[in-house]
C-alpha cells in the first residue's frame, strides 16, 4: 500500500459531492492502516511490558547480589578479627614458653 498521509489524498469532487467508489476505497485504506498501526502499537506494548519485567527481575537479582557482598565483607571481617584474636593468643603462650627456663631438677639419690 502506498504510503499517504491524509492530507496528500483528494477526494474527487462529482456533481452531487465526493465520488462514492473513490471516498469508500479510501476510508477502506485508513480502516486498513488503523488496524495495521493498532496490533502494531500493542505488540510494542506487549513487548515494552515484557521488557520492563525483565528489568524488574534483573533489579532483584542486583540487590541480591549487593546484599550477599555485603554479608560476605561482614562475614571475612568477623573472621579476621577472630583469627587476629587466635593469633595474639597464641603468639603470648609462645612467649611466654619460650621466656620460662625450666630447670631439669634431678631428686636426690635415696641411700
Known amino acids: 500500500m502506498a504510503k499517504a498521509s491524509e492530507s496528500q489524498f483528494e477526494l474527487p469532487v462529482r456533481f452531487r459531492g465526493y465520488d462514492r467508489e473513490a471516498t469508500d476505497a479510501f476510508f477502506a485504506r485508513l480502516k486498513e492502516r488503523y488496524t495495521s498501526l493498532t496490533r502494531e502499537r500493542d505488540g510494542l506494548q506487549q513487548r515494552v511490558d515484557e521488557l520492563e519485567s525483565e528489568i524488574e527481575e534483573h533489579r532483584e537479582r ?18 579476621n578479627a577472630k583469627m587476629r584474636v587466635v593469633t595474639s593468643g597464641s603468639r603470648k603462650v609462645g612467649s611466654v614458653a619460650s621466656s620460662t627456663k625450666f630447670a631439669m631438677v634431678t631428686p636426690p639419690a635415696r641411700s
Open 62 to 79: 542486583t540487590k541480591a547480589v549487593g546484599d550477599a557482598l555485603v554479608t560476605a565483607q561482614q562475614i571475612a571481617a568477623e573472621l
